[in-house]
């Protein structure tokens, strides 16, 4: 994002606790009285080899707490300083493994995977995607979804076949949308997925 002439800044935290996010918000705020984009990028995944009957619960809650319960906390504690911006932009990091109809489509790529923490995480986040899309439209903040696909990254052991840099283009591109863009969508690259 420095490339293209953003002031872009880093802020370590836990999306889990609520301190830790709070922290990172005051901090954000001592440096900046808005923010223009929040990319909720935090994610874990279950086990993809255990069936849904086998899961341990508090794996499937752990995988909750980050992937759909830590971009609620984080949205929720930056939205003063996405308000501030006039044109605030989210985007919420999912995956085609959250698409209902994805999941149901033996023809789909991803239909045999059935990791139920991951799977219905990623769900949830997108129906959190459009809740805060339209909560969020009266003040001018967007709010999106993005697909990464199959990336190289430490959750995969790095055996993906995509990029970071192929995978960051959709979120980048969200997270800069101009006041025409769209909100509540689902997207993984330049295409809409279903829902």
């Known amino acids: 994002m420095r490339d293209q002439g953003l002031d872009a800044h880093v802020l370590q935290l836990d999306v889990t606790s609520n301190e830790s996010v709070t922290s990172a918000i005051a901090e954000l705020r001592r440096q900046t009285d808005h923010l223009d984009a929040l990319v909720n ?40 300083l996405l308000k501030a911006s006039g044109a605030g932009r989210v985007v919420m990091l999912s995956s085609e493994l959250g698409s209902l109809q994805a999941l149901l ?53 790095h055996s993906g076949y995509r990029t970071v840099e192929q995978a960051a283009e959709a979120p980048v591109r ?22």
């Open 41 to 80: 990028n935090a994610g874990v995944a279950d086990s993809f080899t255990h069936q849904p009957f086998d899961e341990p619960i508090d794996v499937v809650k752990a995988v909750y707490e980050v992937n759909t319960f830590g971009p609620i906390r984080m949205t929720q504690a930056a939205l003063p």
């Open 105 to 157: 489509d033996p023809e789909n790529q991803f239909y045999a995977i059935n990791a139920l923490g991951y799977n219905s995480s990623k769900t949830a986040l997108n129906a959190v995607t459009v809740s805060f899309a339209k909560a969020a439209a009266p003040f001018g903040i967007k709010v999106n979804a993005a697909d990464p696909d199959y990336t190289k990254t430490d959750m995969n052991g």
């Open 174 to 195: 969200l997270a800069t949308l101009g006041p025409d863009g769209p909100t509540a969508g689902y997207f993984f690259d330049d295409q809409t997925l279903p829902w």
